[in-house]
């Protein structure tokens, strides 16, 4: 029988977010995932199709100590396919039957769902002492930051990483090295920009109109779909990639890049939670993020212990689409045409742009330079982002590693607070909203705190406690 027994948790209010702790799932000793040489790690994988699911599959099953010993999809299809080649897997549609029946088959999960139902799988796994590799956005709602932050504190063991394999090569982590080591100087602000989304489009995001219901594909259970989201019918595009686009199940364009952009900067200054957060847009519609985004985060840093590396009490991080970069003449570089997608950091000592690739353009005093040749330039090392992760957790006599994981969720929460207040700020274009995530609350505008916060997760499918 699948374990059910987390209340309902419609509330905004931190401490109502999570099921009650009496209710709370068993928390079964973690299970040794090596045992000598021939010791392999075992992994479940919940949503084993789609477009990201068989990249990190494959990726993952070229590690030695790899084997995938359960499957599960919603996708009777996809999951018939996939389990041909991995006959000796379990399968299952349920993600809670994987950990209710076999849940002493596998010792990590690896979470390839739509957003709406990541931090539902990833807490279930943590909360089963279970190795996550949670595919990006982390969560798809902001109350989930404080779930997934608490689900870290109880479980600290755990080794997590978060789909951001553009920060294995080495372009990425060289742009984390200049920042974090202060060889630009103090922080000034930063300017990030994604290209896109085209409108109407049939490609990974869809704004074009609002299509009528349909019966669910005879492949697919519907309701388990759903997962945490509320009943609601199904329409075209949403089971393939258009769902990336809506309000309840995606995060738009923000939300879902916000992982392969906004990395650089948290890597780099350790950010706390935003104060604000004010996006300028057209409004959205009721079941679409908005598109033509330019949005506004405030950072308090005045308390912060690295407070040295700022050069004011305030940084400010502008994040838009539409490729919207700033005026390369007010930053006071040559002229001159900006990458379609970019992050940009503006420092006392010089002006930082890193492509989503690892490609990277500094200027010093208004010059482009090599950063090659920067003083003080440390060494990195190219990783495969997936094999680190793998490394990380069965490391021991003979294997060779140093723990290293680019983006634990410890890391990745933040971020995706960052993109989500972004792309959920755009309800209230041309507003201020005043952030306070202790209260998981707008504190000055109880709409958008009531509108854009959290969900009322459905019966069964409750976030589960780690009180």
């Not at 202790?438 to 019966?459: I, P």
């Amino acid at each position: 029988m699948i374990r059910t027994t987390a209340v309902a948790a419609g509330g905004v209010a931190a401490s109502h977010l999570l099921a009650s702790p009496a209710l709370a799932l068993a928390a079964p000793m973690p299970r040794r995932a090596v045992s000598g040489k021939l010791g392999k790690l075992q992994i479940l994988q919940v949503g084993v199709g789609g477009s990201i699911a068989p990249a990190d599959r494959s990726e993952l099953r070229n590690h030695p100590d790899v084997v995938f010993s359960g499957l599960c999809d919603v996708d009777s299809d996809a999951l018939a396919s996939v389990a041909k080649e991995h006959p000796e897997a379990f399968t299952c549609r349920d993600f809670r039957e994987a950990f209710d029946r076999h849940g002493d088959k596998f010792d990590a999960v690896v979470v390839c769902t739509p957003d709406h139902n990541h931090a539902l799988i990833d807490l279930w796994a943590m909360r089963a002492n279970k190795h996550v590799y949670g595919q990006k956005p982390l969560v798809q709602q902001l109350g989930e930051v404080f779930a997934i932050e608490r689900a870290i504190a109880a479980r600290p063991k755990l080794i997590t990483q978060t789909g951001n394999q553009r920060m294995g090569p080495e372009g990425r982590q060289h742009a984390v090295d200049i920042l974090r080591n202060g060889l630009l100087g103090k922080a000034i602000e930063a300017h990030v920009w994604i290209g896109g989304p085209g409108e109407g489009t049939d490609g990974y995001f869809w704004y074009g109109g609002l299509k009528d219901p349909i019966q669910p594909p005879a492949n697919i259970d519907w309701p388990l779909w759903l997962g945490a989201a509320q009943d609601a019918p199904c329409r075209p595009g949403l089971i393939g990639l258009q769902w990336r686009s809506s309000w309840d199940y995606g995060t738009g364009q923000l939300g879902d890049w916000c992982t392969h952009l906004l990395d650089i900067i948290y890597f780099s200054y350790d950010l706390p939670s935003p104060v604000s957060v004010q996006a300028h847009t057209l409004k959205a519609s009721d079941f679409y993020h908005a598109r033509g985004v330019m949005s506004t985060l405030t950072y308090d840093v005045s308390k912060q212990p690295n407070r040295a590396m700022f050069a004011k009490d305030r940084f400010v991080v502008h994040y838009g689409d539409q490729s919207q970069a700033p005026s390369r003449a007010e930053l006071g570089l040559p002229p001159g045409k900006f990458w379609g997608s970019a992050t940009l950091i503006v420092c006392e000592g010089g002006v930082i742009v890193v492509e989503p690739g690892g490609a990277i353009e500094l200027y010093i005093g208004g010059k482009q330079v090599d950063f090659k040749t920067l003083k003080g330039l440390g060494k990195v090392t190219a990783r495969n982002h997936w094999h680190a992760w793998v490394d990380a957790i069965v490391g021991g006599p003979g294997r060779k590693t140093d723990g290293f994981v680019q983006t634990p969720f410890s890391y990745a929460a933040g971020i995706a607070e960052a993109g989500l207040l972004c792309s959920r700020a755009a309800r209230f274009p041309q507003t201020e909203l005043v952030w306070d995530k202790s209260k998981l609350a707008f504190t000055n505008n109880d709409e958008a705190t009531k509108t854009c916060v959290t969900r009322e997760y459905r019966k069964g499918f409750e976030l589960p406690s780690f009180a």
